[in-house]
């Protein structure tokens, strides 16, 4: 049977132009980050199946990648159920790790503590346009800073590095999810539906106001509370007034300092900020992740049409491993869609050093070679990229290839002039 060439549905190869790129953004993003406290740290890229499967990852769980027991624990012959046969996944997110990882390491690390994440994840959904089964993230997170000075870190740390890469254009959209209820509560919803609500309130960017309406409505929610509803959001400006309307609005229905910190966060962001863009409360926002308990956030990119980051607090995640709630916010920028952007683009990674190339006379004596190395060997240390090849017979279209790979300075070495080089 033949080998076949092609990657796993829903897994990609990536070509050295992308990759330069992709290491590229890497490096700037662990740059940009370190300014501002956060410190790397990895976690295994398998999780025990309790930990993926708590209810806290959402849709995500129904694809998690599961690996079968090992060796004598896996007995094919007696297992009744898919308890008996797994005992571990690929994780499908970095959050669900992250908490773990605190909960274990919690007294052997600063508090609050500020965490850099990147590495790959898997889910097995439907491949398409920019959405694989293993793709990278990039999360930041601070754990143990109940203020809401780390939502204000946490979105100037992102946009400064979206900014870096020339990003333009982009909003931040801000919401939380105490609004979200007190709307509900207000309009007279129960407390069990909200989260069918949500769903189709998340919908609003795409059906509408009026599609929204309908929806709830063929839900069998009662139209009174639907038009109640529906009118707050039509009443709501994406701004600081439309914040402090809403705190009169809905009175006791909303706890004590959720608009001020949102008003707050949207401030200070706006006085602080180290790049062009603008932050927008945006009371439709809703983020599907079950385990968010406050603050809620999204990067989107008018040119992208759609986000390209997103988070917010969840500050009963840790809890579910201790027993004690620790406040937590994260931020987990969209790596592959951040890549694919850049490369639909033309984005060229900033040249790091002088990339030089020396071609090779076939015939090069021994001598010869040694002078070639001990050159490379000084641009090297000088900071350039030095590349040593034979020369091709189609010289020409062998430097034509170099030119498009970047290289600046190509160096023709032949045998009886390698002396003078």
């Known amino acids: ?3 076949k060439k092609k990657p796993v549905t829903g897994m990609k190869d990536m070509l050295p132009r992308e990759m330069e790129i992709r290491d590229y953004v890497i490096q700037l993003i662990k740059d940009t980050y370190k300014t501002y406290g956060f410190m790397s740290i990895e976690t295994p890229c398998v999780e025990h199946i309790e930990n993926l499967c708590s209810k806290q990852g959402g849709d995500n769980e129904k694809l998690i990648f599961k690996i079968l027991k090992r060796g ?3 007995k094919l012959e007696s297992a009744k159920e898919e308890n008996d046969l797994v005992d571990g996944g690929l994780r499908y997110d970095l959050t ?5 990882y605190y909960s274990n390491h919690a007294n052997e690390l600063p508090s609050p503590f500020k965490a850099l994440q990147i590495g790959n994840v898997w889910r097995a959904d439907r491949p398409q346009k920019g959405r694989f089964r293993q793709f990278m993230q990039c999360d930041i997170d601070i754990l143990g800073e109940a203020s809401n000075l780390a939502e204000i870190e946490l979105i100037l740390a992102t946009t400064a590095m979206l900014g870096k890469l020339d990003f333009q254009n982009f909003t931040v959209c801000i919401n ?3 609004i979200l209820k007190a709307m509900a509560k207000y309009s007279g919803f129960k407390e069990e539906d909200y989260d069918e609500v949500f769903i189709i309130l998340d919908k609003m960017d795409k059906i509408g106001a009026q599609g929204v309406a309908s929806e709830l409505q063929e839900m069998g929610y009662d139209k009174e509370k639907t038009d109640a509803y529906l009118k707050l959001f039509g009443e709501v400006t994406p701004d600081v007034e439309g914040i402090r309307y809403l705190k009169g609005k809905l009175g006791d229905c909303l706890p004590d300092k959720t608009a001020d910190g949102m008003e707050m966060i949207i401030s200070s962001v706006e006085a602080a900020k180290e790049c062009e863009f603008k932050i927008s409360f945006d009371p439709t926002l809703v983020r599907g992740q079950s385990y968010y308990t406050g603050t809620i956030f ?8 759609g986000s390209v980051a997103g988070g917010g607090r969840y500050d009963q995640m840790i809890g579910k491993f201790t027993g004690q709630d620790t406040p937590a916010c994260g931020f987990s920028i969209g790596f592959e869609r951040i890549v694919m952007l850049l490369l639909e683009n033309g984005y060229e990674a900033p040249k790091q050093g002088l990339k030089k190339a020396y071609l090779l006379d ?6 010869g070679l040694l002078k070639i ?3 490379a060997r000084a641009d ?3 900071g350039g990229q030095v590349l040593i090849v034979n020369m091709k017979k189609n010289k020409k279209f062998q430097k034509e290839q170099l030119l498009e790979e970047g290289y600046q300075e190509i160096v023709d070495c032949f045998e009886d002039s390698y002396d003078k080089l």
């Open 373 to 375: 190395l001990a050159l």
């Open 176 to 178: 939380d999810r105490n």
């Open 96 to 100: 669900v790790p992250l908490a773990r």
């Open 380 to 382: 090297r240390e000088a």
């Open 298 to 305: 999204e990067v989107r990119m008018d040119d992208f049409g």
């Open 1 to 3: 049977m033949a080998l």
């Open 72 to 74: 004598e624990k896996l």
């Open 362 to 367: 076939k015939k090069m004596p021994r001598e």
